[in-house]
């Protein structure tokens, strides 16, 4: 489960780093997305 988490927040900062230098918002939306499932996994690790 927790690497299903993992994996959704990679996608996420992937798709942001692809959007660096040409769309902020959707940069920092996808930054801010990638949070959730990154400190859900870290739940199923402790």
């Known amino acids: 489960m927790a690497r299903s988490y993992l ?3 990679e ?6 780093k692809e ?3 040409n769309n902020h ?3 920092i ?3 801010q997305e ?4 990154s400190l859900k ?3 199923y690790y402790t």
């Open 41 to 43: 996994a870290s739940f």
């Open 29 to 31: 939306r996808q930054s």
């Open 11 to 16: 996608e996420r900062l992937k798709h942001a």
């Open 34 to 37: 990638a949070v959730e499932p």
């Open 7 to 9: 994996k959704q927040a």
């Open 25 to 27: 918002a959707f940069v």
């Open 19 to 21: 959007a660096l230098g």
